[in-house]
């Protein structure tokens, strides 16, 4: 591809004109992207043309006493006077068990629409080691595809069933008891995880070992599959600026909120759901591929349908394992407009304030966002005939992340944006529109958390999910069980020698911690490389390879 020629057309389309528009159709085909992908990659390119990502916007976060005048301030929701507070749209999900039976009535009518985020590859665990040694295979001829599919959960008498097999049980599961009028099965694949995603759909089920998958789903009522999403690789930047194919990246899970909302306003992007007794409600569940908890229950759909909720993202509480999580905030603009926010990190570190943020308490974004059509398709529907699809583009474009990365000794600038952002500049605009919210939140408790939000993050979060006595797996619901509810231990793994990557390597860890004990852990660091088999790990342990052990209760 004529890369000169592909930045001369991106640079024309930022204009306005019709030339301007051609360029765009130019690029856009150069790029083989289709609709969604392009219209995302170009709000990044946007972004980053006028200067604007996550690090590059002067946020302070509230401390008493600190001047603010003409400046953007967050407030994490800890820290919000009463006045603030009255901004936030935040229902507790300990109040929503109050009212179990109400929302579950509403619930057994809903369609629910889950699309669980499998496009990427996890490159935070490696797995070829293990991978090999469950097949059999040489290392050299492990493919690896999305981690939700090649790390396995180990049922009674033997079995084992990947995590995105376990996830398709679960859903059927709770169609199967009435928990859900309907459940929707939607795909998010790239060309990385593609091949093993459709693979799955073709094994054997459990239910009925006469029918695949997808046999199974098209032939039994209250379940379906809709067409799939496929996340595009899209070109980088080199470090002169210029888009370069040297290495191409996807632009990060802000692609499915988009996605969802464009959704809103055309119908050939949903399913087509069947009414029941007048209405069927269609709610969409967006949430992370491996987690096996990242899935609402019959109280978070109930409750959309019956406060007619029309956007949701899940949130909880945020404890030590999540230092470096974004901060659920209320922003005051220099105007005084109040709307809401995710604080990160580097903007606290960009206005000095890294260390008060570490020590902040608030609620974190999950990544689970529910979307409830019946309610959000006439107000989206509304807003794009009044301001033009290119202009509510702009609207929902998220907040540039800037990724630098290095590959054969050049550095590279993958242009990422976040879901959470995306729903929350809409939620920004909304309220200055129509002086009304879109975005509400459910907090959902530290002792909940884990029903809702159990991320594998790290090869120690799969062992410590699957393999140790600190969770159980109830394989006839096919969810997970915290037996410490409301701790988990914060994981300190550093080898200097190979850079880290001797913990994040899943067979590893499986070994080094093989029948270990951590019921009892509170907190493990560890520096070099170790070996802990049959280990009893209690309170707060610190080791080191030369021996050095600390434990305390």
């Known amino acids: 591809m004529n890369t000169d020629q592909l930045n001369g057309l991106m640079k024309a389309?930022?204009?306005?004109?019709?030339?301007?528009?051609?360029?765009?159709?130019?690029?856009?085909?150069?790029?083989?992207?289709?609709?969604?992908?392009?219209?995302?990659?170009?709000?990044?390119?946007?972004?980053?043309?006028?200067?604007?990502?996550?690090?590059?916007?002067?946020?302070?976060?509230?401390?008493?006493?600190?001047?603010?005048?003409?400046?953007?301030?967050?407030?994490?929701?800890?820290?919000?006077?009463?006045?603030?507070?009255?901004?936030?749209?935040?229902?507790?999900?300990?109040?929503?068990?109050?009212?179990?039976?109400?929302?579950?009535?509403y619930s057994r009518k809903a369609a629910l629409w889950i699309k669980k985020m499998q496009a990427g590859s996890g490159s935070s665990l490696t797995r070829t080691s293990y991978l090999a040694a469950r097949s059999g295979i040489p290392e050299a001829q492990v493919k690896i595809g999305s981690k939700g599919t090649d790390l396995f959960v180990d049922l009674p008498g033997?079995?084992?069933?990947?995590?995105?097999?376990?996830q398709i049980l679960q859903s059927i599961l709770d169609q199967k008891r009435g928990t859900f009028g309907r459940i929707i099965f939607h795909d998010i694949l790239s060309t990385e995880t593609r091949d093993s995603i459709h693979g799955l759909w073709r094994h054997l089920s459990l239910i009925d070992r006469t029918k695949s998958y997808d046999e199974l789903v098209r032939t039994t009522t209250g379940l379906a599959r809709f067409h799939e999403t496929m996340q595009a690789f899209v070109p980088t930047l080199d470090e002169a600026g210029k888009i370069?194919?040297?290495?191409?990246?996807?632009?990060?899970?802000?692609?499915?909120?988009?996605?969802?909302?464009?959704?809103?306003?055309?119908?050939?992007?949903?399913?087509?759901?069947?009414?029941?007794?007048?209405?069927?409600?269609?709610i969409s569940a967006i949430s992370n591929g491996e987690d096996i908890s990242g899935t609402p229950d019959h109280l978070m759909v109930g409750w959309m349908i019956r406060e007619q909720v029309p956007i949701a993202l899940v949130s909880t509480e945020k404890t030590a394992?999540?230092?470096?999580?974004?901060?659920?905030?209320?922003?005051?603009?220099?105007?005084?407009?109040?709307?809401?926010?995710?604080?990160?990190?580097v903007q606290a570190e960009a206005a000095g304030q890294g260390a008060l943020f570490r020590q902040l308490a608030g609620s974190i974004n999950t990544n689970?966002?529910?979307?409830?059509?019946?309610?959000?398709?006439?107000?989206?529907?509304?807003?794009?005939?009044?301001?033009g699809e290119d202009e509510f583009m702009k609207i929902i474009a998220p907040d540039l992340i800037l990724n630098w990365k290095e590959q054969n000794g050049r550095k590279y600038l993958q242009l990422e944006g976040a879901?959470?952002?995306?729903?929350?500049?809409?939620?920004?605009?909304?309220?200055?529109?129509?002086?009304?919210?879109?975005?509400?939140?459910?907090?959902?408790?530290?002792?909940q958390r884990t029903r809702f939000f159990s991320p594998i993050k790290s090869a120690f979060d799969f062992f410590m999910q699957f393999h140790s006595d600190r969770f159980s797996f109830d394989a006839s619901t096919m969810r997970l069980r915290n037996l410490r509810?409301?701790?988990?231990?914060?994981?300190?793994?550093?080898?200097?020698?190979?850079?880290?990557?001797?913990?994040?390597?899943?067979?590893?860890?499986?070994?080094?911690?093989?029948?270990?004990?951590?019921?009892?852990?509170?907190?493990?660091?560890i520096e070099g490389k170790v070996k802990l088999k049959g280990a009893v790990l209690r309170g707060v342990v610190e080791l080191k390879a030369d021996g050095t052990l600390t434990q305390k209760r």
């Open 244 to 282: 370069t194919f040297d290495r191409v990246a996807p632009g990060g899970h802000a692609l499915f909120a988009v996605e969802a909302l464009r959704a809103a306003y055309k119908p050939q992007l949903r399913p087509e759901v069947p009414e029941v007794d007048g209405s069927t409600p269609l």
């Open 485 to 525: 509810p409301g701790k988990l231990p914060t994981i300190s793994l550093k080898d200097p020698a190979t850079k880290d990557k001797y913990y994040q390597d899943v067979k590893t860890v499986l070994d080094v911690f093989e029948n270990a004990r951590i019921a009892d852990l509170d907190s493990l660091s």
């Open 368 to 387: 689970l966002a529910l979307f409830n059509y019946q309610v959000l398709v006439p107000k989206i529907e509304k807003l794009v005939a009044e301001i």
């Open 321 to 345: 394992v999540d230092l470096k999580a974004g901060l659920v905030s209320l922003l005051r603009s220099p105007g005084g407009d109040v709307s809401m926010a995710v604080t990160e990190t």
């Open 13 to 105: 389309a930022l204009g306005t004109d019709s030339a301007a528009l051609a360029a765009k159709k130019a690029a856009q085909e150069l790029l083989r992207l289709d609709d969604t992908n392009w219209s995302y990659y170009f709000s990044l390119y946007q972004r980053h043309a006028a200067g604007s990502s996550v690090e590059a916007v002067p946020i302070e976060i509230y401390e008493s006493g600190r001047d603010t005048e003409g400046k953007a301030i967050a407030y994490p929701i800890s820290l919000a006077p009463a006045e603030m507070l009255e901004h936030l749209r935040m229902v507790h999900y300990a109040d929503l068990e109050k009212r179990s039976d109400e929302y579950a009535s």
């Open 158 to 166: 033997g079995e084992s069933i990947a995590i995105a097999e376990a």
């Open 419 to 447: 879901m959470a952002s995306t729903l929350m500049n809409l939620d920004r605009y909304w309220r200055k529109r129509y002086r009304q919210p879109l975005v509400h939140l459910i907090d959902v408790d530290r002792v």
